[in-house]
């Protein structure tokens, strides 16, 4: 089975542009969350999507947003980028939005903003 | 608001040496907790979980993890590192109700195991 994708894996970005990461979850689970992983700050959570909806949002401004599709599939979208927005994004699957669920972590996508 | 503390950024222990990494988190409901690895180039993974039950609970590749209600921890352990557990350790708690997937993170712990 083919594990957590993300594209792109790599991007660099001046300040003020938008930007769109995707994310393809394992075959057959539903839920999709995005984390930011910074030297400084960790991971973080960003959002949850279950079924098309936002089930849960961390404690980032409204610049970052997210959608998931009737496929399960989800992108995160950072705009009016900013410098402190360079991180490593990580998404992560699961067969439902459970709080016992373990999660599929992707590879990551490294945000570089410039 | 919740969160986690792992104690140790960086632990450097001689293969065959006994790790215990500490992590603590800040909660007083139902929590499911766990630890993520992530080895160098590639993606985090699990190592164990708790949800219920025995508060001792075994994981992948020879890792245990204590829960310890009473002093709000779960603590990873291993009776003898090998050069290949070299990897930044993660300890996670789902504080929600249910029907969320949150994680809340630790700042995570860097082993480096010297052969």
């Known amino acids: 089975k083919a594990g957590v994708t993300q594209t792109p894996r790599y991007l660099i970005k001046t300040r003020g542009q938008q930007v769109t990461l995707s994310c393809s979850p394992i075959?057959?689970?539903?839920?999709v969350s995005w984390y930011q992983q910074t030297p400084g700050q960790g991971l973080q959570f960003l959002f949850e999507?279950?079924?098309?909806?936002?089930?849960n949002k961390g404690n980032f401004p409204g610049r970052f947003s997210g959608r998931q599709f009737s496929n399960s599939r989800s992108e995160m979208n950072v705009s009016t980028l900013e410098l402190g927005d360079s991180a490593l994004y990580l998404c992560?699957?699961?067969?439902?939005?459970?709080?016992?669920?373990?999660?599929?972590f992707g590879p990551g996508t490294r945000l570089t903003v410039t | 608001a919740q969160s986690v503390s792992q104690h140790n950024h960086h632990v450097i222990l001689s293969e065959a040496a006994s790790l215990e990494l500490g992590c603590n988190y800040s909660?007083?409901?139902?929590?499911?907790l766990f630890w993520y690895v992530q080895y160098p180039g590639q993606h985090l993974q699990l190592l164990l979980k708790?949800?219920?039950?025995?508060?001792l609970v075994k994981g992948i590749k020879g890792f245990e993890a204590e829960f310890i209600k009473s002093k709000f921890s779960f603590n990873l352990r291993k009776p003898s590192v090998q050069w290949s557990d070299t990897a930044e350790y993660f300890c996670?708690?789902?504080?929600?109700?249910?029907?969320?997937?949150?994680?809340?993170f630790g700042q995570g712990t860097t082993l480096q195991v010297k052969p």
């Open positions: 992560a699957s699961s067969l439902i939005s459970g709080s016992q669920d373990e999660q599929y």
């Open positions: 075959s057959g689970h539903r839920s």
């Open positions: 999507y279950f079924s098309e909806t936002q089930r």
């Open positions: 909660y007083g409901g139902t929590v499911n």
């Open positions: 708790y949800f219920s039950g025995d508060p």
């Open positions: 996670a708690v789902n504080a929600g109700s249910g029907n969320t997937g949150k994680l809340i």
